[in-house]
C-alpha cells in the first residue's frame, strides 16, 4: 500500500464532524492518547481501524486514505451530468453520474474536462431513420485514436467502444439524445451539444471555423 490515513486528515474529519477526540476513542475503542498519537504524526492507526474509522466519519475507506471527501450533488441522477474517466495506464473507462473516488492501478483518476471539437477533431452527425449516425474525422492508428463515443440524454447513456485501426463512426438512438461525447487517447475528452431541432435536418456537423470566427469578433468586439 503506497498510501494511508494521515494525522492531518483524522484530525480534519474529527474537527469537521465536531467531535473530540475522547468521543473519537470512545467510538473506536481506543483511548484519547491514542487518536492525538495519530494527529500528531506520532503513530498509524492499524488496519483493521480503517473501516470503523470511516463509519465514525461516514464516509468510505477510500475516502479515508485518499483524503478527498466525495459529495455528490447530483440527486436527481441526471445523466446529463455525467463524468467520465479514463486510466492512463491501462485504457479502462469509468462513467458516473456525479462526483465519484475512482481508481484504477493504483492512481486516483480525476474526471475528464470536455472541450468543444477542433479542427482536429470534426464530428459529424447524420440522421438514418431513427438513429444518429456520428462520424468522426480523426486517423485511427494504433498510437492515435477516438477511443469511445457516447451519447447522452437526461435519463440514458449510450456508449460505444472503438479501437485503433477501426472506424471512428457509431450508430446511437436519437430519442432525447442532447450531448454527445468523443475520447481522444491522446487530446482527451471532446464534446458537442446536439443542436434543437437537429431530428428535422438531415445533417449536422461542429463548424469549428464558424465558432471559431465569432468567438474572434467578440473579442475584438469586447476585448
Not at 51 to 57: D, L, R, S
Not at 89 to 115: R, T
Request: net charge negative; aromatic share 8%.
Amino acid at each position: 500500500m503506497n498510501q494511508y490515513v494521515t494525522g492531518a486528515v483524522i484530525k480534519g474529519l474529527r474537527e469537521k464532524n465536531r467531535m473530540t477526540q475522547l468521543q473519537l476513542a470512545d467510538r473506536l475503542g481506543v483511548s484519547d492518547k491514542t487518536v492525538s498519537k495519530w494527529e500528531t504524526g506520532k503513530g498509524y492507526p492499524d488496519i483493521t481501524l480503517l473501516e470503523p474509522i470511516a463509519e465514525a466519519f461516514r464516509i468510505s475507506v477510500a475516502e479515508l486514505i485518499s483524503g478527498a471527501t466525495v459529495t455528490n450533488a447530483n440527486v436527481s441522477a441526471n445523466m446529463l451530468r455525467s463524468r467520465f474517466y479514463v486510466c492512463p495506464v491501462c485504457g479502462n473507462i469509468i462513467h458516473s453520474m456525479g462526483e465519484a473516488l475512482v481508481h484504477c492501478h493504483g492512481l486516483q483518476l480525476i474526471p475528464l474536462e470536455a472541450e468543444h471539437s477542433d479542427e482536429g477533431h470534426m464530428i459529424f452527425v447524420e440522421r438514418a431513420e431513427d438513429e444518429y449516425l456520428i462520424q468522426i474525422d480523426h486517423p485511427m492508428t494504433k498510437s492515435h485514436y477516438i477511443s469511445f463515443i457516447a451519447a447522452l440524454s437526461s435519463d440514458g447513456l449510450q456508449m460505444i467502444k472503438l479501437y485503433p485501426e477501426g472506424e471512428a463512426q457509431a450508430r446511437v438512438k436519437i430519442s432525447g439524445v442532447k450531448k454527445i461525447f468523443f475520447y481522444c487517447n491522446r487530446d482527451g475528452l471532446f464534446c458537442l451539444d446536439v443542436k434543437k431541432g437537429i431530428d428535422d435536418r438531415e445533417r449536422s456537423y461542429d463548424d469549428y471555423r464558424e465558432r471559431l470566427e465569432l468567438e474572434r469578433a467578440a473579442k475584438s468586439l469586447f476585448g
